[in-house]
């Protein structure tokens, strides 16, 4: 694949009972890029996932990534690019143990043992959990569940990493932790959250949704700062730019 650019023309998507989740959306990524998708509940930015990864396809409009249109032929090329990281971690997760879940995909593609098990020790060790390999996934906690859900998708190698909501439900130090392991990959990201700190963090352009279209796409500081567009995508500014209101108290 080259360059490994995420470009949706004119995509509109329509769910069997005839919600219409996208309409007429375009955007273009390209790599290395690292993309927050925003706006307010059932805005279409999940649907909008799910088409990067080939499990929802557009009913008019076209998807790219890397030269390739994804279609149900491309999708074995498709799933090798993009990692996508859900965003419940038990929709991701259903073997015995942790370290099953982490060899399931290098297994599929069928890499020998040796690679499978140097594949599954380094991507557990780069999300910190390597020592719950020998643990049911079931069984762990919602923050453990999302750094091996991770690992699953780390050990696919992949070019492009999306994840949909990944700090809805961590505690503090696990989402900061997260953040701090995102920092450390360099290929595209493509992040959608309501977590607009970490936006602030992470990503340097943000394309607003609104009704399953884009209604602002460019840097993320030019959008925060933009009240009025916050307001009508119901958004709020991030804590850290909210100033603090012992320094700059509200005029009387
Ligand atoms: N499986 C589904 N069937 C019908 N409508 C759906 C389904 N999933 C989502 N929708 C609708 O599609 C729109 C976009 O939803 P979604 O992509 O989940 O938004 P977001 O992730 O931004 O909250 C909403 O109107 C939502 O109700
Ligand atoms: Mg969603």
């Known amino acids: 694949m080259s360059h490994h650019i995420v470009e949706l023309k004119d995509v509109t998507y329509t769910y069997p009972d005839q919600t219409e989740a996208l309409r007429g959306l375009s955007v273009r990524i390209t790599h290395g890029e690292s993309v927050a998708i925003v706006g307010a509940n059932g805005s279409g930015k999940t649907t909008l996932l799910s088409h990067l990864i080939g499990v929802l396809f557009p009913t008019s409009g076209s998807i790219n990534i890397g030269g390739y249109p994804v279609t149900k032929k491309t999708l074995p090329h498709v799933r090798r690019a993009v990692g996508m990281v859900f965003q419940n971690s038990d929709d991701q997760l259903f073997m015995p143990t942790v370290y099953d879940d982490v060899a399931f995909g290098p297994l599929n593609l069928g890499l020998p043992p040796e690679e499978v098990d140097a594949r599954v020790i380094a991507s557990l060790t780069t999300v910190g959990a390597l020592h719950l390999k020998d643990r049911t996934p079931y069984r762990l906690s919602g923050g453990q569940k999302r750094s091996v859900a991770i690992a699953t998708v780390l050990a696919m190698d992949p070019c492009i990493l999306v994840m949909d909501e990944p700090t809805a439900g961590l505690d503090p130090a696990a989402r900061r932790q997260l953040i701090n392991l995102l920092k450390t990959f ?62 700059h108290p509200p005029k009387r």
């Open 186 to 247: 360099e290929h595209t990201k493509i992040i959608a959250t309501h977590d607009l700190d970490l936006v602030l963090d992470l990503c340097a352009r943000t394309v607003v949704l609104s009704a399953g279209t884009v209604i602002a796409d460019g840097p993320t500081l030019d959008i925060f700062n933009n009240e009025e567009l916050l307001n009508k995508a119901h958004l709020e500014k991030p804590f850290r730019m909210q100033g603090c209101p012992i320094c």
